[in-house]
């Protein structure tokens, strides 16, 4: 009798340290290395879109339905930049036909904009503006050939990420 529970003793002695490793595990948080950017997080203050990726995205998207490519603008980026911001700072999405008068008095033509939050990755956001017919067709717009792509994080808003997209021409 004496053996047995000497044994079971130490079998369970010996369960202990994978225990531990098995709960050190559960514990650790999930890591994104090797991720494609456009799976990466932006709900985060160092977070940064990769901008690359999304005119790559975005001009694939229009290529398979028959629109030219689309190429990142520096004034069109700052402007998203700057859009994205304000929308955290006033913690909700703005007016689209505010942005685009503005941007339209830069000398702009064809403008149009995607302002949205919520999505946390910028494959998200490519979903969402898909099946939402408005944000589609800024992506399609035939007459764009240029874009700027910005998102903002608001750590206490509702939303978290928000989202600014403009093309023109």
């Known amino acids: ?3 047995r529970n000497l044994r ?3 079998i369970a002695a010996a369960g202990l340290p994978a225990l531990a490793l098995l709960g050190a595990c559960a ?3 999930p890591t994104t290395a090797g991720l494609p950017s456009i799976y990466l997080p932006l709900a985060s203050q160092n977070a940064h879109i ?3 990726a999304a005119r790559d995205m975005i001009s694939s998207y229009r290529r398979n339905r028959g629109a030219g490519p689309l190429t990142v603008d520096p004034e069109l980026q700052r402007l998203a930049e700057a859009e994205a911001a304000a929308m955290a700072v006033a913690d909700r999405p703005s007016k689209a036909q505010t942005v685009k008068a503005a941007v339209g008095r830069l000398g702009y033509a064809d403008v149009n904009a995607n ?3 919520g999505y946390h990755t910028l494959a998200e956001a490519f979903s969402g503006w898909r099946e939402s017919a408005p944000h ?3 992506m399609l717009d035939p007459r764009a050939t240029r874009m700027g792509i910005a998102t903002a994080y608001a750590p206490g808003s509702k939303y978290k ?3 600014a997209l403009l093309t023109a021409k």
């Open 1 to 3: 009798m004496g053996g």
């Open 8 to 10: 079971r003793g130490l």
């Open 27 to 29: 514990t650790e948080a």
């Open 50 to 52: 990769d901008t690359d």
């Open 115 to 117: 302002l949205s939050a």
């Open 136 to 138: 589609e067709a800024t």
């Open 161 to 163: 990420v928000y989202w």
